[in-house]
C-alpha cells in the first residue's frame, strides 16, 4: 500500500514557520495535486515526504509506516524535478539506469527495465543521446523514465512541466496522465498552474502561506470554493469577486453594489445571511451569457453594460465590461465579434452565486 498521511506537520526555517500543522491523507494510487502560489509550503511538503527536508514537528507515514527517520533510498519513492537533474555526460540509457546500478541490479533486468519504460515513454531511439543532444520535452521523458524504472510505490513531480512551452506543456500533461494510468502508483504533483491541478488531479490541495485552503475533487473545488482566495485561484479567467452589501427586501435577499447596480439572490436553503451584511459577491466569467430572449433566465437576472477591453481567443471572447460602474468580466462563447464601446444586456445564471462573508472570507451562499 501506497498511501501517504500527514499528521500535524510543521516546518520551519530558524523562527520562520513556512508550514502549519498541516494535516493530509493521500490514497493509494490517488493522484493529488498541491497547489498555490509561489511560497505557500508545497514543494516543503513535497520534500518532506521525499526525506529531502527535515520536519521539525509532527509524523508522516508511507503505507503505515512512520518514516520521519527513515533515508530518502528507503522510503519507496522516485522524485522528478523541475530541472531535470540530469547527468550531463551520461547518455539516456545511463541517466536511466544509474540509480538501479547503485542499487547493485543486474545487468540484465537493468537492460529490460530501461527497454520497458523507454517503450512505454516512446524514448527508444534516444537511449544513446547526451542530454544536450535533446528537446526539452525528451528530457522532461528522460527525467520521468529514470523514475520509471525504479518501480516506485510513490512518485513526487515538483513542477515537472515549468520550463517547457505552451504546447509542449499541454502534451506532456497528457504523458502524465497515461504515465499514471500505466503503472497504478501514488502521484503526488506539485505546480503553480491551476490548469495543470484540475487536469491532472483526481483531488486538489489548494494551498496559501503554508495553511491548507481546500482539499476536494477538480469540479467539487471549482463549483464550491471555500474561500475567495480558492474563489479567485481556481478559474480561468478568475472569479468575478465584487465587494457588496446584502439587502432584505419584500421579495427576498438582493445584493446591492453601493446603490449603482442590485441583483436579486434566488433562495437557496441553508444560506447564512442578514440584512446589513457586508459580503463579496462571486459569479464565474461563463456564468454570462448576452441576451438573445430565448435563454430562459427571469428579466430582474439581466443586466446592461459597456463593453471596455476585448479579449478574443477564437472559440470565445473575454468581455471586461463596465455596468454603471460596477466592473466585471464575462465570456462570450461562439465568433460573434465583440466591440470595445458595445452596449451589450447580458442574462447572469445566479444559480450559479457565489457569497462570501467580508468578514472571514468563507462561502456562505
Not at 109 to 114: D, L, M, S
Amino acid at each position: 500500500m501506497a498511501n501517504v498521511s500527514l499528521r500535524n506537520v510543521v516546518k520551519r526555517f530558524g523562527k520562520l514557520e513556512v508550514v502549519h500543522s498541516v494535516d493530509l491523507d493521500i490514497e493509494d494510487n490517488e493522484f493529488i495535486v498541491l497547489v498555490g502560489p509561489s511560497g505557500c509550503g508545497k514543494s516543503t511538503i513535497l520534500r518532506m515526504i521525499a526525506g529531502l527536508e527535515k520536519i521539525t514537528s509532527g509524523d508522516i507515514y508511507i503505507g503505515g509506516r512512520l518514516i520521519n527517520d527513515v533515508a530518502p533510498k528507503d522510503r519507496g519513492i522516485a522524485m522528478v524535478f523541475q530541472n531535470y537533474a540530469l547527468y550531463p555526460h551520461m547518455n539516456v540509457f545511463s541517466n536511466m539506469s544509474f540509480g538501479l546500478k547503485l542499487n547493485k541490479t543486474p545487468k540484465e533486468e537493468i537492460e529490460e527495465r530501461v527497454a520497458e519504460v523507454a517503450k512505454i515513454l516512446e524514448i527508444s531511439e534516444l537511449l544513446s543521446r547526451k542530454p544536450h543532444q535533446l528537446s526539452g520535452g525528451q528530457r522532461q521523458r528522460v527525467a520521468m523514465g529514470r523514475a520509471m524504472v525504479r518501480k516506485p510505490s510513490i512518485f513526487l513531480f515538483d513542477e515537472p512541466l515549468s520550463n517547457l512551452d505552451a504546447k509542449l506543456r499541454t502534451q506532456m500533461r497528457t504523458e502524465i496522465k497515461l504515465l499514471h494510468q500505466k503503472v497504478h502508483a501514488t502521484i503526488i504533483y506539485v505546480t503553480h498552474d491551476q490548469v495543470e491541478a484540475m487536469t491532472l488531479a483526481d483531488r486538489i490541495v489548494v494551498m496559501r502561506d503554508g495553511y491548507i485552503e481546500q482539499v476536494g475533487e477538480p469540479i467539487e473545488v471549482f463549483q464550491q470554493p471555500a474561500n475567495t482566495f480558492v474563489a479567485g485561484f481556481i478559474g480561468s479567467p478568475p472569479m468575478n469577486l465584487v465587494p457588496a452589501r446584502i439587502l432584505r427586501e419584500e421579495t427576498g435577499f438582493m445584493i446591492d453594489f453601493d446603490g449603482k447596480l442590485k441583483l436579486p439572490v434566488p433562495h437557496k436553503e441553508g444560506a447564512h445571511l442578514s440584512d446589513g451584511m457586508d459580503i463579496t459577491m462571486g459569479i464565474r466569467t461563463e456564468d454570462f451569457k448576452i441576451d438573445n430572449g430565448q435563454n430562459g433566465f427571469p428579466e430582474e437576472w439581466k443586466i446592461e453594460g459597456l463593453v471596455e477591453v476585448v479579449e478574443p481567443l477564437g472559440g470565445e471572447t473575454n468581455m471586461h465590461m463596465n455596468f454603471n460602474g460596477v466592473r466585471l468580466t464575462a465570456k462570450s462563447e461562439g465568433r460573434r465579434i465583440i466591440r470595445v464601446g458595445e452596449k451589450l444586456k447580458l442574462a447572469i445564471n445566479l444559480d450559479h452565486l457565489h457569497i462570501f462573508s467580508a468578514e472571514t472570507t468563507r462561502a456562505v451562499y
